[in-house]
Every structure is written in structure tokens, then in C-alpha cells.
């Protein structure tokens, strides 16, 4: 396999496909989204990188203070929140930036995630753990330079929404939206809650967006990024 130096690729896995974007040096390149057939056909998933990282999105999550975190009761502390099948694996991080413990279950009915985790590696041959997508919203959320950081994905019929102001985190949610206007409804929903200006914020997006939905956001927010 070739190594791509100074490379991270970073791949999101949903029920529908998957994409990825990487970046080498000061060139970025993403791949938009592509269906599950095609995942043996991905040239990119055959090299090597410095960092992978592997997203899904799973809606079954909680994020738990550290200090009321204990490792023995994960599971009911994330079946108080989500529905947790007997079978379903539950699993934890710790959030650092925000001094808590990301409690998920990576059990959604799809195993695209676990091939990509085995196909993808680094220039070591080492395989990189699959992380929820609400894990890297909340690390995407400590690098945005705005006072009010409001980041999203939309993906399988599912809002995932992290808004912090300053060092504060003020929400870290998924809510079920078969469509885009039932997510916005969501979005201004917690920014009113949260009494939050979208005049005066701008709104990033982790997932693809299409151009009517991006429209539709700039007449509220200040502006839209789609990373």
C-alpha cells in the first residue's frame, strides 16, 4: 500500500454510504457522498495515512459529566436516553474540552463501518477505533473561532446539533427529522431555548448540504460552512 505523508483522511459512515475527505499537506479533498457498492472500488481506502479517522452516525449517544461518570453503569446511563437493545455493544470516551464522557452504542444495523475500520489503516498497519459522529462535533466545536459555535449533520433522517458559547457547552443532541425543514425547526428551536441570535451566528455543517437547504439557512444565520 502507498503511505501518504502528512495525510489524515477522515471518513463518515451512515446507513446509506459513506464519505471521506483528506487532507495532505495544505490540500484538501473530499470525495462527497458515495454508495455502499462502492466501497471496494474506493482507491483511497488502499493507501496508508498518518491519522484516520472513522465516524458513524449513530444516534445512539449521551454525554455524561466526568464526574458523575462511572464505567460499571455505561449502559444505563445511555439507556435513560436512548432506546438500548439486550444485544446492542455500548461503549464510552472521554471528551476532554469539555471535561465529560461520550457514552454511545455503535449498534445501528450496518457493518460498512467495521469494513472501513479493517480496510482503512495507518502507515503502521495500525486500525483506528469508530467514533459517533456527536464525538467529533464536539472536538470540531473547541476549533470554531466564534463566540457562538454552532455545529451540525444531517444524516439518515437524523439531526445531530452541538452549540457551546465560548468555552460553555450549552447542548450536545440528535433529533429524528425525516426532512431538512423539520432539522432547521430543530436548530431554532435550541437557539431560541438557548436565547441565541442566528442574525449574529454562523452555522457549520459537517455533512453535504444541497443548495436549496444551504439558502435556506442563510436567511437566518449570518453565515453557513459546510466542512
Known amino acids: 500500500?502507498?503511505?501518504?505523508?502528512?495525510?489524515?483522511?477522515?471518513?463518515?459512515?451512515?446507513?446509506?454510504?459513506?464519505?471521506?475527505?483528506i487532507e495532505e499537506n495544505s490540500s484538501v479533498h473530499s470525495s462527497g457522498w458515495q454508495g455502499a457498492e462502492r466501497i471496494f472500488t474506493t482507491q483511497e481506502f488502499q493507501q496508508r495515512y498518518d491519522w484516520v479517522d472513522i465516524s458513524l452516525f449513530t444516534p445512539k449517544f449521551a454525554l455524561v459529566p466526568k464526574q458523575f461518570f462511572n464505567?460499571?453503569?455505561?449502559?444505563?446511563?445511555?439507556?435513560?436516553?436512548?432506546?438500548?437493545?439486550?444485544?446492542?455493544?455500548?461503549?464510552?470516551?472521554e471528551v476532554e474540552e469539555f471535561n465529560a464522557v461520550l457514552v454511545y452504542?455503535?449498534?445501528i444495523g450496518e457493518s460498512l463501518s467495521k469494513v472501513i475500520s479493517q480496510t482503512v489503516m495507518n502507515h503502521s498497519g495500525d486500525h483506528?477505533?469508530?467514533l459517533p459522529e456527536a464525538y467529533y462535533?464536539?472536538?470540531?466545536?473547541?476549533?470554531?473561532?466564534?463566540?457562538?459555535?454552532?455545529?451540525?449533520?444531517?444524516?439518515?433522517?437524523?439531526?445531530?446539533?452541538?452549540?457551546?458559547?465560548g468555552k460553555s457547552l450549552r447542548l450536545c443532541n440528535v433529533f429524528e427529522a425525516h426532512d431538512f425543514t423539520t432539522a432547521e425547526y430543530f436548530i431554532f428551536l435550541a437557539l431560541n431555548r438557548l436565547q441565541l441570535n442566528p442574525e449574529v451566528s454562523a452555522i457549520?455543517?459537517?455533512?453535504?448540504?444541497?443548495?436549496?437547504?444551504?439558502?435556506?439557512?442563510?436567511?437566518?444565520?449570518?453565515?453557513?460552512?459546510?466542512?
Open 1 to 21: 500500500m502507498d503511505h501518504i505523508p502528512d495525510g489524515r483522511i477522515s471518513i463518515q459512515v451512515g446507513l446509506s454510504g459513506y464519505s471521506f475527505q
Open 137 to 165: 462535533l464536539l472536538k470540531r466545536t473547541v476549533q470554531c473561532t466564534e463566540y457562538n459555535k454552532i455545529l451540525a449533520s444531517y444524516m439518515d433522517g437524523y439531526l445531530y446539533l452541538v452549540i457551546a458559547q
Open 128 to 130: 483506528f477505533p469508530i
Open 71 to 93: 464505567p460499571l453503569s455505561a449502559r444505563q446511563a445511555l439507556a435513560e436516553v436512548v432506546s438500548v437493545r439486550d444485544s446492542d455493544m455500548v461503549d464510552h470516551i
Open 105 to 107: 452504542s455503535n449498534s
Open 204 to 227: 457549520t455543517f459537517r455533512t453535504p448540504l444541497a443548495n436549496e437547504q444551504e439558502m435556506s439557512l442563510y436567511r437566518y444565520f449570518k453565515s453557513v460552512e459546510i466542512i
